[in-house]
């Protein structure tokens, strides 16, 4: 398997748990950063990647893991700086999208898993028969008729 079909892979493993699942998001960046990051230590790739943002984007990381090292509790305060992970998403993205076609192609893979897990929230809260279980109704249904979630249970989806 190439660089390239593994960071195709993980793309799309990427944009599927945007929609589907936190957790299959967030491993895909992660792999997906550590291929850039492998990646880069070609001098040629270094120079013909694009750098969006970096200046707030470096900023940004430097004064978080600054601040994280000083505070009161450095080793929880450094694992609360996993969210710099998010940054990587950026530059990841651009790097594994060469041009316009990628990114329509990717965007619209996006729209369409999106569109698949908002479908699902609908039909969860469509199918709930009222307030009150029904006897003939099956009961896990009742367990997502507060609000649509889909396949998310975080507070943001309130």
Known sequence: MTSATLRRALLGAFVVGLSFSITLSETALALLTLLWLWRLRDAEARRSQAWPLWAPVLGFSLLSLLSALVSGHPAQSLVACKGLLLAS????????LPDGVSADRFLSALAV???GAALVGLVQVGLCPGPEPVDWWPRFIYHHCERAHAFFSIYMTL
Do not use: Q
Not at 89 to 96: E, K, M, N, Q
């Open 89 to 96: 998403a950026l530059y990841v993205t651009a790097d594994a």
């Open 113 to 115: 898993v999106s569109a």
